[in-house]
């Protein structure tokens, strides 16, 4: 795996050390899986967790065994190993946005539980504070914005927009559609999110508007579609698939990149330096507009999102 190959190359593991760290890593993520049945979200997991193994390398001059060795000590303070981790993020040219940090520590934390040590959030409140949650103040697309986004796209990017504007749905479950979950007959035409491609790992229905039927259509016949809308069908593993879940999200961010670029005053930035422009701003507009022409329950519903009154 990335983690064990990364640690072997700049710490120089032998072959018993590698297999237990990778031994540890793979049950640790394995639980994690067990919660979020996305392979995305494991994704994240591994790098965070190699980030701190790099830390715990560089800071205490220690591979993975000695390490465990360490945590075994009845002086042991893992605590304090948060401590100086939570410091190790915050300094440095670019120091990390307090809401990567607090996350990061997190995940250190969960992750040295599961090692054997008990460490309760009273017992880090007692040592130190984790820095506050930011909360950055996005500015909402209109509908002037999305028009001329659509505009510059080609064929594959506008459909999308249209698609997610009118249905509320993720980038990644947009991306993971088929043919055969689009009910065309429907007035709206009704599509079928599976519960293996969503957040919440539960099926819903969403709508999409007559625009973006007719934009969907056309390109059903124009790129000859037959099962995935957008991803490839020749699939020989899991891992295949989501190899090539991940490289077609990359080029729908670099289509739509492109087309920020060549609209100068659509090519800005928010407050925490995130692109004002992205798909996800696309799920809230759509949010916005159900809310304001029905209620914030029915919108809820359609984005997969838990609410009062489904």
Same mark, same amino acid.
């Given at each position: 795996?990335?983690?064990?190959?990364?640690?072997?190359?700049?710490?120089?593991?032998?072959?018993?050390?590698?297999?237990?760290?990778?031994?540890?890593?793979?049950?640790?993520?394995?639980?994690?899986?067990?919660?979020?049945?996305?392979?995305?979200?494991?994704?994240?997991?591994?790098?965070?967790?190699?980030?701190?193994?790099?830390?715990?390398?560089?800071?205490?001059?220690?591979?993975?065994?000695?390490?465990?060795?360490?945590?075994?000590?009845?002086?042991?303070?893992?605590?304090?190993?948060?401590?100086?981790?939570?410091?190790?993020?915050?300094?440095?040219?670019?120091?990390?946005?307090?809401?990567?940090?607090?996350?990061?520590?997190?995940?250190?934390?969960?992750?040295?539980?599961?090692?054997?040590?008990?460490?309760?959030?009273?017992?880090?409140?007692?040592?130190?504070?984790?820095?506050?949650?930011?909360?950055?103040?996005?500015?909402?697309?209109?509908?002037?914005?999305?028009?001329?986004?659509?505009?510059?796209?080609?064929?594959?990017?506008?459909?999308?927009?249209?698609?997610?504007?009118?249905?509320?749905?993720? %980038?990644?479950?947009? @991306?993971? +559609? #088929?043919?055969?979950?689009?009910?065309? *007959?429907?007035?709206?035409?009704?599509? !079928? &999110?599976?519960?293996?491609?969503?957040?919440?790992?539960?099926?819903?229905?969403?709508?999409?508007?007559?625009?973006?039927?007719?934009?969907?259509?056309?390109?059903?016949?124009?790129?000859? %579609?037959?099962?995935? @809308?957008? +991803? #490839?069908?020749?699939?020989?593993?899991? *891992?295949?698939?989501?190899?090539?879940? !991940? &490289?077609?999200?990359?080029?729908?961010?670099?289509?739509?990149?492109?087309?920020?670029?060549?609209?100068?005053?659509?090519?800005?930035?928010?407050?925490?330096?995130?692109?004002?422009?992205?798909?996800?701003?696309?799920?809230?507009?759509?949010?916005?507009q159900v809310t304001d022409a029905h209620q914030s329950d029915?919108?809820?519903?359609?984005?997969?999102?838990?609410?009062?009154?489904?």
């Open positions: 795996m990335v983690l064990s190959r990364s640690l072997s190359n700049s710490v120089g593991l032998n072959s018993s050390v590698q297999a237990l760290l990778q031994s540890k890593l793979e049950t640790y993520l394995e639980r994690k899986y067990r919660i979020s049945r996305s392979h995305a979200t494991i994704d994240t997991y591994r790098k965070i967790v190699s980030r701190f193994l790099d830390f715990i390398q560089s800071q205490y001059k220690q591979d993975f065994e000695q390490f465990l060795d360490t945590l075994k000590q009845p002086d042991a303070d893992p605590v304090g190993i948060l401590d100086e981790y939570f410091t190790f993020l915050a300094r440095g040219d670019k120091p990390l946005a307090n809401n990567t940090i607090r996350f990061y520590v997190t995940v250190a934390k969960d992750f040295l539980n599961f090692l054997g040590c008990k460490i309760y959030i009273e017992d880090i409140k007692h040592r130190f504070r984790l820095p506050k949650a930011q909360h950055v103040y996005e500015e909402g697309l209109t509908k002037e914005t999305i028009n001329r986004i659509i505009r510059f796209a080609n064929p594959k990017l506008s459909t999308s927009i249209l698609m997610l504007c009118s249905s509320g749905m993720r %980038i990644s479950e947009l @991306l993971q +559609l #088929r043919i055969q979950d689009i009910a065309f *007959e429907k007035n709206p035409t009704r599509i !079928l &999110v599976r519960a293996d491609t969503t957040k919440t790992r539960e099926t819903r229905i969403t709508c999409i508007s007559s625009e973006a039927t007719n934009a969907l259509q056309d390109y059903i016949k124009r790129y000859k %579609i037959t099962n995935h @809308l957008f +991803l #490839r069908d020749n699939h020989k593993s899991d *891992e295949d698939y989501i190899k090539n879940l !991940l &490289v077609t999200r990359q080029s729908f961010e670099r289509m739509l990149q492109h087309v920020r670029s060549n609209i100068p005053e659509l090519n800005k930035k928010n407050e925490n330096g995130r692109n004002a422009i992205h798909f996800h701003a696309l799920r809230a507009w759509f949010k916005t029915f919108a809820e519903a359609l984005m997969g999102h838990k609410s009062l009154k489904l």
